[in-house]
């Protein structure tokens, strides 16, 4: 893509009430925009990423045999009556009456913006579940959550509106549902290893009901709100909220020693079990005849959260380092034109061609503007590698390739560029 044609641009004006680093850097290097509090528009570059990490999050979901869907957003009050697990609900909104945003349409009705949707995929799941052997089977969808956070502060890490992959798996039994359990969690490992934020499986702090039977994958950065104890050679992790430090001294896995550290929470995952299907009534058939509440547990992911949260792992003080497989272009072409010298617009133009002919994503900075600008913008964008054409580079009928994590430029013959990006 021509930098000349996006209609955004890098800006040096920020929110003033937007305190979050991740908002920030995103804000000013033209990935997001602030509507208000926890609500902010994903800018063509931002959406590229959320686009990649989508992808990559699909690929492992479809590998443990989800299938997509799309659910709604509006959902009825009545869906909510029966699942609630706190004390007596005078609204009637149930477990999420704290967050859910909540109206009256034109006809009286109560209806709210989905918080999350283990209600709308039970009632989905009882039209389509009867016997034994329409188990087991799991769905998900991308979908836009909206929650009721009173002081959102955390950028795109918590937002009142945000993008989430919530998939809900049903089963026959509780060993059926556990199995599965810990095999979406490994595919969760494997989506944040490939999006730069590695992530350890924790169990999760909290309430009676979500401790033991729910897991938080935590990404260890310095700006994170949680903290976990967590061994410094191999996976074991606790919430440092359950982490008993008078029992566990040394890694009970493989002896390693135990550290702390901050984290942001990356995804969570729960085993309701036959909680919520039996109090809404679904129910199948098993071999013998019998009547048997379906087990269910469900697993999200942030997308921009996860955006976030790269963000919070992958920067320096001059702007983001995009891990490659979710940057928004794998190069950013630089040209240096000077006093519009034509050779070196003629080859920019052309290398630019090329690339994208190889199915190399590209950004092209061919603005009208000083190399000081581009080189900062450049950095501030984060994309891996920045390739530089000038007159200087041209002399030797080359271009200067540098990697964004790295210091130091290389020199690489202009035949040789395709390739050294492929
Ligand atoms: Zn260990």
Redesign the pocket.
């Known amino acids: 893509m021509r930098q000349s044609q996006l209609f955004t641009k890098t800006t040096k004006e920020l929110p003033k009430d937007e305190t979050s680093f991740n908002a920030r850097i995103l804000i000013k290097a033209g990935f997001a925009d602030k509507l208000m509090a926890g609500v902010y528009s994903f800018l063509p570059l931002g959406w590229r990423v959320i686009d990649k990490i989508e992808n990559i999050i699909r690929g492992e979901m479809n590998n443990v045999g989800g299938q997509e869907i799309l659910m709604p957003s509006l959902q009825p009050k009545e869906i909510w009556k029966d699942t609630d697990i706190g004390p007596e609900d005078e609204k009637g909104w149930g477990r999420m009456r704290e967050v859910m945003y909540q109206l009256k349409d034109k006809l009286g009705r109560d209806v709210g913006f989905g918080a999350t949707h283990e209600e709308v995929a039970i009632e989905l799941a009882k039209k389509y579940t009867h016997s034994y052997k329409d188990l087991p089977y799991a769905f998900y969808q991308f979908q836009t959550k909206f929650r009721q956070e009173l002081r959102p502060k955390s950028g795109l890490i918590r937002g009142r509106e945000f993008i989430m992959k919530d998939m809900y798996s049903f089963h026959k039994d509780a060993g059926e549902l556990d199995d599965y359990y810990f095999k979406v969690g490994e595919a969760y490992k494997k989506v944040f290893d490939r999006t730069g934020c590695k992530s350890l499986m924790v169990e999760a702090s909290g309430g009676s009901f979500t401790k033991n039977f729910s897991h938080e994958f935590q990404a260890i950065s310095e700006s994170g709100e949680d903290r976990i104890a967590h061994?410094d050679?191999?996976d074991?992790a606790q919430n440092i909220e359950i982490y008993k430090k008078d029992e566990i001294k040394k890694?009970p896995?493989?002896g390693?020693e135990i550290v702390v550290s901050k984290s942001i929470e990356t995804g969570n995952i729960f085993r309701f079990y036959d909680k919520y299907t039996k109090a809404m009534g679904l129910y199948f058939t098993d071999e013998k005849g019998e009547k048997k509440p379906v087990h269910l547990a469900s697993y999200g992911i942030g997308v921009t959260r996860l955006m976030g949260a790269i963000v919070e792992v992958h920067h320096d003080e001059r702007g983001i380092i995009w891990p490659e497989e979710v940057a928004p272009f794998k190069a950013h072409l630089i040209e240096l034109s000077g006093k519009n010298n034509a050779s070196v617009r003629d080859a920019a133009g052309k290398l630019y061609n090329d690339l994208k002919k190889s199915g190399i994503e590209i950004l092209y900075d061919d603005r009208d503007a000083g190399a000081g600008e581009k080189f900062a913008d450049a950095d501030l964008i984060g994309c891996p590698y920045r390739v530089v054409v000038s007159e200087k580079t041209l002399k030797e009928n080359s271009v200067e390739v540098k990697k964004r994590n790295q210091e130091g430029a290389v020199f690489i013959g202009l035949e040789g560029v395709v390739d050294k990006l492929k």
């Open positions: 061994c050679k191999c074991f890694c896995k493989c390693g």
